[in-house]
C-alpha cells in the first residue's frame, strides 16, 4: 500500500482538482486499513470534477490484486474498461462491445452504468463484489437498483470485483459490433474533458440542446464547451474547477439538464 500528496488533477480526465491523501491500495488487508476513517473511491478520474480546493477525505485507488482479471471468472474493480473491451473481443466473447471508447475503471463503470446507447455496463453483470461494513459482500445486479447512469450502491460501498456476463460469438461479429460503436464516437473532442456533461433528458440529447441554444464555443477562463460536441466541457490547458462549474452554471440557467458528472465535496 502507498500514501501520498497528490493533486487530484493529475489523476483526473479533466484535468483539475485540488490536494488530497491518495491511499493506493493492493490487498483487502490494505482496504480494511484505508477505511478506517472517511473515504472516496478514485477510478479512473474520468466523470468526476474535483473542486480546486482538494477534500479533506482520504482518496482510494483500487490496485495490486483489485486489478487483475479472469474474463470467466472474477474481474478486479481497478482494471480499466477499455482494456477489458479488447481484450473480451481478441478471445471472442461478446456483451462489452457497446462500452467501447469509455474511459473508465470497472469499479466506477458499475458505480455509475456507464454506458453508451449501445448498451450499459449493467447488461454485462452476473455478480458483483462489494466492500461494507467491513466485510466484502456479492450481489446479483437486480439486487443494486441499476438506472440510466446510476446505481444504488450500499453506503460506503466500494465496488471489488464483478463476474462479468459474456457470450462466445465469432470475432468478426464482435469486431463489426465495435465498430459501429466506434464510428458513433467520431465526433467527441480529443482535449481533456470529464466525458458527457449531462444526463440526456428522455427523447432529447443534452448536446443537440445546448447546440441550439449557441453555446459551443462559449469559455470561461481554460474550460470550454467543445466546438466538436456540445455536451463536453473541455480543458484548454489550465482551466480550474471555478471556471468549469460556471460554465455548467451558464448553461443550467437556460437548460434544466441534470450533471452527470460527479462533484467532489
Given amino acids: 500500500m502507498k500514501v501520498e500528496r497528490v493533486l487530484l488533477k493529475d489523476y483526473t480526465t479533466l484535468g483539475v482538482g485540488g490536494p488530497a491523501e491518495l491511499w493506493t491500495v493492493e490487498t483487502p488487508k490494505d482496504l480494511q486499513k484505508a477505511t478506517e476513517a472517511p473515504y472516496r473511491v478514485l477510478g479512473n478520474g474520468s466523470n468526476l470534477l474535483v473542486m480546486d480546493e482538494g477534500v479533506p477525505e482520504r482518496v482510494i485507488r483500487l490496485s495490486g490484486e483489485f486489478a487483475t482479471y479472469h474474463l470467466r471468472g472474477w474481474v478486479g474493480a481497478g482494471v480499466l474498461l477499455p482494456l477489458l473491451v479488447q481484450e473480451a473481443a481478441r478471445q471472442g466473447l461478446s456483451g462489452l462491445e457497446g ?50 447512469r446510476q446505481s444504488q450502491l450500499p453506503p460506503g460501498g466500494i465496488v471489488t470485483r464483478v463476474r462479468l456476463k459474456l457470450k462466445e460469438r465469432p470475432l ?92 467532489w465535496p
Fill in 172 to 263: 468478426e461479429e464482435i469486431r463489426r459490433r465495435m465498430a459501429e460503436v466506434d464510428a458513433a464516437r467520431k465526433g467527441q473532442p480529443k482535449r481533456k474533458s470529464a466525458g458527457c456533461a449531462f444526463k440526456n433528458p428522455p427523447g432529447h440529447s443534452a448536446g443537440r440542446l445546448i447546440d441550439e441554444r449557441g453555446f459551443k464555443g462559449l469559455r470561461v477562463g481554460d474550460a470550454m464547451v467543445s466546438l466538436e460536441h456540445g455536451n463536453f466541457i473541455v480543458n484548454l490547458g489550465q482551466a480550474t474547477a471555478r471556471d468549469v462549474l460556471e460554465l455548467v452554471r451558464r448553461i443550467r440557467e437556460e437548460l434544466p439538464l441534470e450533471l452527470e458528472w460527479e462533484v
Fill in 99 to 148: 462500452l467501447l471508447g469509455i474511459p473508465a475503471q470497472v469499479g466506477g463503470a458499475v458505480k455509475m452504468n456507464a454506458g453508451t446507447r449501445f448498451g450499459e455496463m449493467a447488461d454485462a453483470l452476473e455478480a458483483v463484489e462489494i466492500f461494507h461494513d467491513g466485510r466484502f459482500h456479492i450481489y446479483l445486479p437486480q439486487e443494486l437498483g441499476f438506472g440510466y
